[in-house]
Structure formats: structure tokens, C-alpha cells
RNA sequence: GCGCCUGUAGCUCAGCCGGAUAGAGCAGCGGACUUCUAAUCCGCUGGUCGGGGGUUCGAGUCCCUCCAGGCGCGCCA
């Protein structure tokens, strides 16, 4: 809708013989009209005029059907105030396309990789995770809708030593078990799960303990990090997030892939040797310092097995590669785009959200967040204690390179309070609406799409016909800043101007052909909710 | 020391490519259910946008600088 209104500006503009980008906001205040545009001061910059002259030029050849009338105001906006069939009309749509209302076709088609969650598969996933989860999912939604083709994918780091570590930890754990006095590994897996795939292992198979130590360690170390996965696995899907594709860290490496990446970079002079090991020179590309790549020992760093798993996102296709980190690895996204450039590819195709520390908050206190310090809540046990839909909306009520605090005993207490309610509450009392117009048998429209929609006079229903109609350039702008937050923020407003409206008017009124207007509006008004409440991964119940 | 992130109402935070008078929730106070669900609504109170410069018609937004907090700077992952 928007973009006609940037045509109708542009058209104009060619009468004045002007030329350029238009740009078409939604003012602030709906006095300065329903839409506005600053190319007029724009303008005047670039060819040295009045601005405010220029913008009552461009009112005065700024014609269309739908426009009722164009105004000049402040330093130089021309504000467009449009006739009420335009909205209705856009409205109409709404019903129609039911909830493919808002699906773009920004992407054309291509294809997008998200990456994200990737924990190691040595411990359960803790809350930190679940806001990269909640962040990667909500956003491989939205892609979805403004037409790419999504993957979603996990890597599992299962070829480094955080495996080793934790099989160590649990062999320890089995023979502690069995009474005998060991050391603990340093840096070992402290955490109770440890324990609990120790006790697993002696019931299940006691015979592995009885084989030489290696081939023990090995086969535990497959063994465990494949349980630790499931339950990861099973964590997700009870927070509503499943992956197209688990990709193995360690594939890299049987396919050789590794070595090719590091070849690659070697014949193009991006390698080369001190010390022994073998590094990689991405300070040319724009990273602080070189990179080691081989140890002197000849075992490779966990960079060169990330370079190859990028390389190979780049040759599989994807238009855009989204990565979800945690921010504490921020310091890796220059020397991944370093390795990219090196490797021929377009640096700029890898977009990184970083997602900052989630602080818990307990009891007053913040608990800090640590796997190996076995200190962590588990996100399943904040699941369970505040419910998946309240965690997966608070987790995108801020933006994700902003630190969160949760404040768990507050999202408990004040569970009536919380956001998540309000807007399901929404959605649940236009279900309500419906099912009162049943058992009074006040029939509903078969096709609210044809409901003539004029009766609709009062300032609210305009406001909230709007505000729907807003849907499908909040899809756009996330998809292309990257950032889901805005969803929440969006689904609040919409709530609010309904349970407003709701509070001071009846849908279920006498005259039939209000009624039906009213029944049209409200029906709008869930769909947007519903579909948006979908592409957070929350339920939107009927009835609450 | 260097790099990245953050700093907006008492608290937690939005604020889109720079736009017109800076918003919401919570907390506080006072009101509204014989009505389609009161998990709701209505009203009031609340601000040196961390400080200081600069860019410009216009800065919470861009640039510089300083202050405060967080994170990162390994032949760890």
C-alpha cells in the first residue's frame, strides 16, 4: 500500500520534472494525515530551493481517486490524507487473504540459511540458549513469510575437545560410582546430567567400563554426546522449534572438507607458516590479528573447521546466511567474513546476530550463567516453571544485542500480567465474539470479504483498521533489519486498540449492517494477531 | 590498552533510511462489570534521551570526545 502511495509521489514529481528516491512514512500524530512524505526538503537541498515552496508545488500536482486531500505543513511535509474507501478497500484484502495476509514476496524465492542454538551437545541447554532459539525461530518464520526459503540449521561442534572433556567427566562419574577414588577431570562437566548418564551407563552397558580405556572413551563419547542430542532435541520441540537439518561438525572432517577449505586458502596466498603452526593472515581482510589455523602439534583449531562449514553454507546456495550467536563470540565474526573474502565469496552474504547474556534473576539476585561452572538454570526448567509461550515472547520483547533480564520469580507472581496474555486475551475474546453470535443464532456472514464495510465511522475502527493493515511492512522490516523483537511490540499496540475498542463498543449490535462491519473488523484484527502470534511460536488460543 | 554491545520515566524497555509535541508495560493513586470473557478498560502522576562538542532546515537517531556497565581480545571451544 505503501509503495502505490510512493508511486502517486513519484508521479508527481515527474510532472515537476523532478526525479529521485521517495520516501513514505507513517507520521506519528494522524493530524499530519494518514501518509507523509519529506522529499520535498529532500529536494531543496540537493537543487538550493525552498523547501516549503516546493512541497506545495508537488501538492498541487499530487492527484489521485483515492487521495481526499494533500497538505503542506511544518518545515516542508506534504501529508496525504485518503479517502476511507482506500482502506476499506485494503481491508477487504485482509479477509480475503486470511493468513496469508502479510506474505511478501521480498524474497523471491531464494534461499536463506539460519544457523542457530549450535550448543555442543555436553550439557542440556540453558536459558541463553533459549533466546537464541526463540530469536533464530521467530526469525526463520518471518523470512518464510516475506517469501525466502528458510533452512534452519544446527551445527554440532562434536568433533573438539568439549567432547573429550565430557566423556571424561562422565567415565569419572562411573568410577566414582562404583567406590573408587578418582581425580576429576579440570574443566570437567560438574553437572548433575553427568551423573545421571553415569548411573545410565553402568545399567545399561557395564561391560564398556571392562574394555581398555580408549576404546572405552570412545565409544562413550558416541554414546553420550547422541543422548545429550536428543534431549537437546527434546527441549526444542517442547519450546516449538525444530530444524530442517543437524549438520555434524565432524562430517567436516571425514569429508575432508577441512583440509580443502584450508587448501583453498593456501593457493590463494592466505596461509602461511611461524612457529611451526600454520595461521591464517585475515588481518588482511579486516581482523585484528592473524589466526592460527594448524597447531604446531598439527591438529587444527576450531576456526578451521568453522571456515570449512562456511565455505560450504556459501556453496550450497543460500542468498543470505544468518548465524545467531552468542555475543560473547563476537570477536569471531570478522575473521569468519576475513575467511569468506579469502575464499572468493561475498563477505556481506553472512549476517551474525549476536544475542546478549540473559541474566536470571532469582530471589532479587542475578545468578550468573556458566556450563562449566555446572551454575545454570536449564531453559526445560524455565519452561516448565513460566510455560513456553510466556519465555519465547518475553525472549523477543527487547532487542537481542541488548541485555535481558529475567526476572523469573516476577514472571511467575505477575504471570496474569504478562504481555503474552494480553495478546492471546485478544485473540480469545473474538473467538468469544463468534461463538456468542452461534448461540444467540445471529448469523455470520459466509464471506465477511463482501461485507460492505461504510458503516464503520467511528475514529477506533479506522485506527484499527490501519494498524492491521501496517502488517505487512512490520514483515518487511524485519526481514530485512534482521530483527523479530519488533513482532511484540506490534502485537501489544494491536491488542491494546482492540481490548480498547471492545471496552467501549458492541460487535453484536441491533443493525445488521453495522454488526456485520463490526464482525468483519474484529475478524481482521484476529487473523493478524493469530498469524503473528505464529510467527513467535505462540499459541493463540480460542478461549482462555 | 584495543575492539564490540549497552546507557531513554521510579523499574524493565520500544523508538524503523535523521523528521513535526519522545512512547509502552510495570509500579503508584483514583474510577468502570444487569452488557460479546474485568487475564480487560478509563483517568492522573512521572523525562537534563549518560555528559560535552560537531554535522543540518531538523539529532534519542549520524560524527568526535569523555563517563559508566557488560562482553571479547589463546597454537580454548
Known amino acids: 500500500m505503501r509503495k502505490e502511495v510512493e508511486k502517486m509521489v513519484g508521479e508527481a514529481m515527474g510532472k515537476l520534472g523532478l526525479e529521485g528516491k521517495v520516501q513514505v512514512d507513517y507520521p506519528r500524530d494522524p493530524k499530519f494525515g494518514d501518509y507523509t512524505t519529506n522529499v520535498a526538503m529532500v529536494m531543496a537541498r540537493r537543487f538550493k530551493t525552498d523547501p516549503?515552496?516546493?512541497a506545495r508545488r508537488l501538492a498541487g500536482v499530487l492527484e489521485h481517486p483515492m487521495i481526499e486531500r494533500v497538505e503542506v505543513a511544518g518545515p516542508g511535509f506534504v501529508n496525504l490524507f485518503?479517502?476511507?474507501?482506500?482502506?476499506?478497500?485494503?481491508f477487504s484484502k485482509v479477509l480475503e487473504e486470511g493468513e496469508e495476509f502479510g506474505r511478501l514476496d521480498l524474497g523471491k524465492g531464494r534461499k536463506v540459511q539460519v544457523e542457530f542454538v549450535s550448543a555442543n551437545p555436553t550439557g542440556p541447554l540453558h536459558i541463553g540458549h533459549g533466546r537464541g532459539a526463540a530469536v533464530g525461530d521467530s526469525l526463520a518464520r518471518i523470512l518464510e513469510k516475506a517469501g525466502y526459503q528458510v533452512e534452519r540449521e544446527y551445527y554440532i561442534n562434536d568433533a573438539g575437545r568439549q567432547i573429550r572433556i565430557l566423556v571424561e567427566s562422565i567415565w569419572a562419574r562411573c568410577l566414582e560410582l562404583r567406590g573408587e577414588n578418582v581425580e576429576f577431570p579440570e574443566g570437567g562437566y560438574r553437572g548433575r546430567y553427568v551423573v545421571e548418564l553415569a548411573k545410565r551407563v553402568l545399567e545399561e552397558m557395564p561391560q564398556v567400563l571392562e574394555s581398555p580405556r580408549e576404546?572405552?572413551?570412545?565409544?562413550?563419547a558416541q554414546w553420550g554426546a547422541r543422548e545429550?542430542?536428543?534431549?537437546?532435541?527434546?527441549?526444542?520441540?517442547?519450546?516449538?522449534?525444530?530444524?530442517?537439518?543437524w549438520f555434524s561438525e565432524k562430517t567436516?572432517?571425514?569429508?575432508?572438507?577441512?583440509g580443502k577449505a584450508l587448501e583453498r586458502l593456501k593457493e590463494r596466498g592466505f596461509i602461511y607458516e611461524e612457529g611451526g603452526a600454520q595461521?591464517?593472515?585475515?588481518?588482511?581482510?579486516?581482523?585484528?590479528?592473524?589466526?592460527?589455523?594448524?597447531?604446531?602439534?598439527?591438529?587444527?583449531?576450531?576456526?578451521?573447521?568453522?571456515?570449512?562449514?562456511?565455505?560450504?553454507?556459501?556453496?550450497?546456495?543460500?542468498?543470505?546466511?544468518?548465524?545467531?550467536?552468542?555475543?560473547?563470540?563476537?570477536?569471531?565474526?570478522?575473521?569468519?567474513?576475513?575467511?569468506?573474502?579469502a575464499l572468493g565469496y561475498d563477505p556481506q552474504m553472512l549476517q551474525v546476530l549476536l544475542i546478549q547474556m540473559v541474566s536470571l534473576i532469582k530471589g532479587g539476585e542475578k545468578v550468573s550463567m556458566s556450563t562449566r561452572q555446572g551454575e545454570f538454570v536449564p531453559l526445560a526448567e524455565l519452561v516448565d516453571e513460566v510455560g513456553k509461550d510466556a519465555v519465547r515472547f518475553i525472549f523477543l520483547t527487547r532487542k537481542c544485542d541488548a541485555h535481558l533480564d529475567f526476572d523469573v520469580d516476577l514472571a511467575k507472581s505477575q504471570s496474569e500480567e504478562n504481555p503474552v496474555f494480553y495478546v492471546q486475551y485478544a485473540h480469545a475474546r473474538i473467538s468469544s465474539i463468534f461463538r456468542t453470535a452461534g448461540e444467540r443464532n445471529i448469523p455470520v456472514p459466509a464471506s465477511l470479504t463482501d461485507v460492505e464495510l461504510a458503516s464503520l465511522e467511528l475514529r477506533e475502527e479506522m485506527e484499527l483498521i490501519k494498524k492491521v493493515l501496517q502488517f505487512p511492512d512490520l514483515i518487511q522490516g524485519m526481514a530485512?533489519?534482521?530483527?523479530?523483537?519488533r513482532l511484540t511490540y506490534y502485537l501489544q499496540e494491536l491488542a491494546a486498540g482492540f481490548h480498547s475498542y471492545y471496552n467501549h463498543h458492541r460487535v453484536l449490535v441491533e443493525d445488521k449492517e453495522l454488526r456485520e462491519a463490526r464482525m468483519a473488523l474484529v475478524k481482521g484484527v484476529q487473523v493478524v494477531v493469530g498469524e503473528g502470534l505464529r510467527l513467535l511460536g505462540v499459541d493463540a488460543p480460542c478461549s482462555m
Open 279 to 341: 595461521w591464517f593472515a585475515s588481518s588482511r581482510l579486516g581482523d585484528d590479528k592473524d589466526r592460527v589455523v594448524v597447531r604446531a602439534n598439527g591438529e587444527p583449531t576450531y576456526l578451521a573447521s568453522d571456515i570449512a562449514y562456511h565455505a560450504l553454507k556459501a556453496e550450497r546456495g543460500f542468498a543470505l546466511l544468518v548465524d545467531v550467536w552468542g555475543a560473547d563470540h563476537h570477536g569471531y565474526v570478522p575473521r569468519i567474513r576475513a575467511a569468506l573474502e
Open 215 to 220: 576404546e572405552a572413551l570412545e565409544r562413550l
Open 228 to 245: 545429550i542430542l536428543g534431549e537437546i532435541r527434546g527441549d526444542l520441540e517442547a519450546f516449538g522449534v525444530t530444524f530442517d537439518s
Open 52 to 54: 516549503r515552496g516546493l
Open 480 to 485: 530485512l533489519s534482521l530483527e523479530p523483537h
Open 82 to 90: 485518503m479517502r476511507r474507501e482506500w482502506w476499506f478497500r485494503a
Open 252 to 258: 567436516l572432517y571425514e569429508r575432508d572438507l577441512v
